[in-house]
Antibody, heavy 124, light 111 residues
Framework: EVRLVESGGGLVQPGRSLRLSCVVSGFSIDDYAINWFRQAPGKGLEWVGFIRRKSNGGTTEYAASVKGRFTISTDDPKSIAYLQMNSLEIDDTAVYYC???????????????WGQGILVTVSS | QPVVTQEPSLTVSPGGTVTLTCASSTGVVTSGHYPNWFQHKPGQAPTSLIYSTNNKHSWTPARFSGSLLGGKAALTLSGVQPEDEAEYYCLLYSGSVFIWVFGGGTKLTVL
């Protein structure tokens, strides 16, 4: 059974850092890209960024709203993906989801399994 | 960054058919935007419904279908069930800047 479980959320002050973890099971994290999405209270979903699988370079892409502040990485032997969030702002308050992203035969990324989400609250 | 627009809300009767659309500020939505559709019910994690315009996941009910319609991505529900009441989000790829952009979501009411 494919599972993704986020942890590490909570209350943090503006300007501080927080690291979210996404522990995966039921598949090898080596074989998939991992994306992070978020949803602020009362708002819609927002794509945060993703990390390519190692065979595609393991490189990352980010939304403009978090670029330079957030970093996605993976620890493949531990089957964990991380979202390191620095210089947190009030507007980063949201439920954060990690999502598995396979590729089609044509090499196009898509999205299938989601974690249950974890709340991050940025407030003084 | 492109802006992706969806109908804010739609209402459909049980057993009816409804089409939700997804437009891009950059112009015509094509297969090269690799449209994805997601369903989000309150208190639950979103679920993936459609990828690359019209491909269903193994768990996607047959009554859901994706297409390109009038320059937009579209999600059609045929034979709507009460449990289809949810928020629906589309997601488009912008290859020029390697980013994905969500639409604002459509709140579908089954009444």
């Amino acid at each position: 059974e494919v599972r993704l479980v986020e942890s590490g959320g909570g209350l943090v002050q503006p300007g501080r850092s927080l690291r979210l973890s996404c522990v995966v099971s039921g598949f090898s994290i080596d074989d998939y890209a991992i994306n992070w999405f978020r949803q602020a209270p009362g708002k819609g979903l927002e794509w945060v960024g993703f990390i390519r699988r190692k065979s595609n370079g393991g490189t990352t892409e980010y939304a403009a709203s978090v670029k330079g502040r957030f970093t996605i990485s993976t620890d493949d032997p531990k089957s964990i993906a991380y979202l390191q969030m620095n210089s947190l702002e009030i507007d980063d308050t949201a439920v954060y989801y990690c999502i598995r992203a396979p590729r089609t035969v044509g090499g196009i990324m898509f999205f299938d399994f989601w974690g249950q989400g974890i709340l991050v609250t940025v407030s003084s | 960054q492109p802006v992706v627009t969806q109908e804010p809300s739609l209402t459909v009767s049980p057993g009816g058919t409804v089409t939700l659309t997804c437009a891009s500020s950059t112009g015509v939505v094509t297969s090269g935007h690799y449209p994805n559709w997601f369903q989000h019910k309150p208190g639950q994690a979103p679920t993936s419904l459609i990828y690359s315009t019209n491909n269903k996941h193994s768990w996607t009910p047959a009554r859901f279908s994706g297409s390109l319609l009038g320059g937009k991505a579209a999600l059609t529900l045929s034979g709507v069930q009460p449990e289809d009441e949810a928020e629906y989000y589309c997601l488009l790829y912008s290859g020029s800047v390697f980013i994905w952009v969500f639409g604002g979501g459509t709140k579908l009411t089954v009444l």
